[in-house]
């Protein structure tokens, strides 16, 4: 059955819902990949597919266009498999159930796939259509963009030779995006001697915190729940209790800002500290909470006694306090040329304490490269300093403001005249597979852009039904006027 049926454009729709018949999770894009081959084969379309299942895509000229430069359009064959609690969803083989609902498309209990299924659709739409009019294009289909940009990181872009990149991997109709962050990974790690104590041992536990998405939600001034442990250790020093710290950690993924952390602190058997401690600890909290009322409303603090363990020595504390209080945190620098825009920043995620070392993961980020660099180099000398080691991993490249882009000009101007609206231009301070494909091809022009999604990676994802047609005869618009 075709629910999708009767809606415009008819060959986007149709792409798409059959796209939703087949599974294409993260990592499970075997046979979306197949799909996409068997619809080049049978328009006698040339392709390469790669070992990772990605795919490049090619077609000729329209008559007339000849001499235009080349044009990629780009988007991802994952989506995000996300279902209600209660769903018996099985996404390893079920289709997905489409619905329509008045100006927009959904999935019964289950993500929709709109990310990105609809730039899949677009593109297959666009290549298979001989009536449009467009210089030669080189469509390209990435796999597993969603799990840390996979598919683009071992995609082969040599055979291509586009001087314009239209990414179809956005979420908000008339924004289009023209810069996106690159990062990086570094661990720091400390060197820390262990030592038994005869003592009251307290677990104190942060937790309810916020957290959000290390880089999207930067600049929202939420609370880390692994740094507010750090200042609640200098201040109950501060506040006259003396303890000495065993544990120090918290934190699942070093891109998540840290919800909650827990530390188990001694103090000396029997003393007045024992007394204290609890009380001080809620005192001091109270007063953070009252600097994170809006953003961290219902953070929590709690004190129990524990079970002894051994505790750190002196130097080893001090060292890991001075590294809890010194490391930079969030927002770095404001963009430049997009107001508003994050441009660097860094996210403490994860923090363990092992037998004889310390460490922190860290998220860093930068839509200007050589920022992201230089705040690497910051942290390593501090840890360096302390006697302790840094090491990154996992980097990658951002995609820079280009402040001459012909396409970004010729989008906005194009947009203006069919929707007598202005078209916002921004960045984003997250990663997107542009910030790789532009180091892969520099010097290439790219926007992103993309028809309105709701609560995309979540059962409730929505598409829009008239903003993914306008979008397209926008897209198609565009082609049709790039000439030079
Ligand atoms: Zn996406």
């Given at each position: 059955m075709n629910r999708l049926a009767g809606l415009e454009p008819a060959q986007v729709f149709t792409y798409f819902e059959e796209i939703s018949r087949i599974p294409h999770g993260s990592g499970d894009t075997e046979r979306i990949s197949s799909y996409v081959e068997s619809v080049l084969k049978a328009n006698h379309l040339r392709y390469v597919r790669d070992e990772a299942n990605n795919i490049i895509a090619w077609k000729d000229a329209a008559a007339?266009?000849?001499?235009a430069p080349v044009v990629m359009l780009q988007g991802h064959l994952d989506m995000v498999n996300e279902k209600t609690t209660q769903s018996t969803h099985d996404f390893s083989r079920d289709p997905l159930e489409l619905f329509v609902d008045g100006d927009e498309i959904g999935a019964k209990d289950t993500t929709?796939?709109?990310?990105?299924g609809i730039a899949v659709a677009y593109m297959l739409a666009i290549l298979t259509d001989p009536s449009l009019a467009h210089p030669a294009l080189e469509c390209v289909f990435t796999v597993d963009e969603e799990i840390g940009l996979l598919g683009a990181n071992v995609l082969?872009?040599?055979s291509c030779q586009a001087k314009y990149l239209i990414n179809l991997?956005?979420?908000?109709?008339?924004i289009f995006l023209c810069g996106c962050a690159g990062g990086i990974r570094e661990d720091l790690m400390l060197p820390i001697r262990k030592e038994e104590m005869e003592a009251d041992f307290w677990k104190i536990t942060i937790d309810n915190c916020h957290g959000g998405h290390?880089?999207?939600?930067?600049?929202?001034?939420?609370?880390?729940a692994l740094l507010m442990a750090g200042r609640l250790l200098f201040d109950l020093e501060e506040s006259g209790i003396s303890y000495r710290l065993a544990v120090c950690e918290g934190g699942q993924k070093d891109n998540a800002i840290p919800r909650s952390s827990m530390l188990i602190v001694a103090t000396e058997k029997d003393s007045e500290d024992s007394t204290l401690i609890a009380d001080n600890v809620r005192y001091l909290f109270d007063g953070y909470k009252k600097e994170y009322l809006?953003?961290?409303?219902d953070m929590t603090v709690t004190v129990e006694e524990t079970d002894a363990v051994p505790v750190m020595d002196l130097v080893s504390q001090i060292k890991v306090l001075f590294l809890l209080r010194m490391l930079p945190a969030g927002v770095q620098a404001m963009s430049q040329n997009i107001p508003?825009?994050?441009e660097t920043s860094l996210n403490t995620g994860i923090m363990k304490t092992n037998e004889d070392c310390f460490t922190v993961s860290q998220s860093i980020r930068s839509n200007v490269n050589a920022r992201k660099y230089e705040l690497v180099n910051k942290l390593a000398f501090l840890v360096e300093y302390l006697g302790g080691e840094a090491g990154t991993r996992g980097d990658y490249p951002g995609w820079e403001f280009n402040p001459d882009s012909t396409l970004r000009v010729l989008m906005a101007e194009t947009w203006k005249e069919m929707t007598g609206k202005d078209a916002a231009i921004e960045a984003i301070h997250a990663g997107l597979e542009c910030g790789i494909i532009s180091e892969k091809m520099p010097g290439i022009d790219i926007v992103s852009m993309g028809p309105d999604m709701k609560?995309?990676?979540?059962?409730?994802e929505r598409l829009g039904i008239s903003s993914t047609r306008r979008c397209y005869e926008f897209l198609l618009e565009v082609l049709k006027r790039i000439q030079n």
């Open positions: 007339g266009y000849e001499n929709l796939g709109g990310d990105d082969d872009l040599s991997d956005s979420e908000d109709e008339g290390s880089g999207m939600d930067i600049g929202k001034g939420r609370c880390n809006v953003s961290d409303p508003g825009l994050v609560d995309i990676h979540t059962p409730t």
